[in-house]
């Protein structure tokens, strides 16, 4: 399915807690079954949510790549004052279901989410995207299990020694991949491992720190036995081109393989603004870890940008957000062994970016009401145009 082909740039316009769960109990659920993008086409710009059936992500995308976004839950959206958007957000999860082919747990299978206590495991948040993840007939990104953040209070300050720390995290992998083995597409088993200069994040990584580099690839040995299906990357951020950071995982990826190490895959995030130029390299960089025989993917993408005082993006700003977003598209789709690209949440009432970079924010494909941006026509041209679906009568607008 893929091709080697660059793709020609399309023309873009510029129109415009979920509470943790009990813990662990019944069989995980699995995911199978066909693809719900049946119905009628929708059509034009700012298409009500429930009438676009046929010119969604998925259906643009056709098959050429995984089309994948977050599920909103966990992290920042405790402290929101919304409710938890996966439970109680109906067009959410109706526009959830339809427009992509893959779901990452935005937060919820990280450990602070996972494991609130050393001896619980709090499954129920996951449990239910694996659900309706199988029941819409879409692939799962699990995320994350070796990271220096968002781990529980009891494990930072817990004072382990390394034999009881090394038997914990490998508790923790043997569970929770095995939980959900034979359901996760990809897992993204060490994240943000390496600083921006290329150097291991000793000592922010309590893992790293305490047992030394070798447990990144006893991480990958125990995913691996734990679930043999699944494809196993190495994912950060500022990793979209060739610089010191992206090396130093080309460095390690090599020598992983040549130790025998069960890695499959090196995924940037694509956290972008358009504060900045857009990175280049993007394809040269994948495609330098598909000829190691990895394959990719872009896993986080979001563009933000800056709205000092609340104000509201411009059409300039609009455009160039959109641009981002059919360049990485476009990347995606061009980069041999690529295998999917997932946005980081759909919709801006529930980004992670005004809560974290305060004057910024609007950075997803949608409105706060759904209707769509440039940025999501942008990305469904990049897929059409794959696709062979350019030009069909769904997409007008
Ligand atoms: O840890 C504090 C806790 O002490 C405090 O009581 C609580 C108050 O609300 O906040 C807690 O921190 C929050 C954290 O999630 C853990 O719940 C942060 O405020 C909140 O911003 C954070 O959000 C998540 C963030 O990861 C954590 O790093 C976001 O929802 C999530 O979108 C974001 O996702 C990450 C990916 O996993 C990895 N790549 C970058 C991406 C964006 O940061």
């Known amino acids: 399915m893929k091709r080697r082909q660059i793709l020609t740039v399309g023309a873009v316009t510029a129109a415009t807690s979920l509470a943790a769960g009990g813990a662990a109990s019944a069989a995980p659920p699995g995911n199978a079954g066909p693809p719900g993008n049946a119905g009628p086409p929708g059509n034009g710009e700012r298409t009500p949510p429930g009438l676009a059936k046929k010119d969604d992500l998925a259906w643009a995308a056709g098959g050429e790549i995984e089309i994948g976004s977050a599920v909103a839950g966990g992290g920042h959206h405790a402290s929101q004052p919304y409710p ?3 439970t109680d ?3 959410y999860r109706e526009l959830l279901g339809q427009e992509f082919t893959s779901l990452s747990a935005e937060n919820q299978m990280k ?3 996972l494991r609130p206590e050393r001896d619980t495991y709090a499954f129920a948040a996951a449990d239910a995207i694996m659900d309706f993840a199988r029941r819409h007939g879409q692939v799962v990104r699990g995320h994350t299990l070796l990271w220096h953040s968002q781990n529980p209070a009891w494990l930072e300050e817990g004072e382990f020694g390394p034999e009881e720390l090394r038997t914990i995290l490998k508790d923790h992998i043997d569970t929770v991949v095995g939980r ?3 359901h996760i ?3 993204d088993v060490a994240n943000e491992i390496f600083t921006e200069d290329g150097a291991l994040r000793e000592s922010e990584n309590i893992w790293i720190r305490e047992l030394g580099p070798g447990i990144i690839a006893d991480a990958f040995r125990w995913a691996h036995a734990a679930d043999p299906q699944a494809r196993l990357y190495v994912n950060d951020y500022n990793v979209e081109g060739v610089n010191a950071k992206s090396d130093a995982y080309y460095a390690l990826v090599q020598d992983l393989l040549a130790d025998g190490v069960p890695v499959h895959g090196f995924s940037t995030q694509g956290h972008l603004s358009i504060r900045y130029g857009f990175p280049g390299g993007l394809v040269e960089n994948l495609e330098r870890f598909a000829d190691l025989g990895l394959e990719t993917a872009i896993t986080e993408l979001d563009v933000r940008m800056d709205l000092p005082d609340g104000a509201e993006p411009t059409e300039e700003q609009l455009a160039k957000q959109a641009d981002y977003y059919w360049r990485m598209t476009e990347g995606a789709l061009a980069a041999v062994g690529c295998t999917s690209l997932t946005l980081w949440g759909f919709v801006d009432t529930y980004s992670w970016v005004p809560v974290t970079f305060e004057g ?15 940025a999501y026509y942008a990305v469904q041209d990049a897929l059409a145009q794959a696709s062979g679906r350019a030009g069909h009568p769904a997409l007008r607008r």
Do not use: I, L
């Not at 910024?360 to 440039?374: C, I, L, N, P």
């Open 180 to 182: 959900y083995a034979g």
């Open 111 to 113: 450990w602070s989410f």
């Open 84 to 86: 938890p958007p996966f």
């Open 89 to 91: 957000d109906e067009t």
């Open 360 to 374: 910024q924010g609007a950075a997803t494909v949608m409105w706060e009401d759904y209707t769509r941006k440039s």
């Open 185 to 187: 597409q990809q897992w």
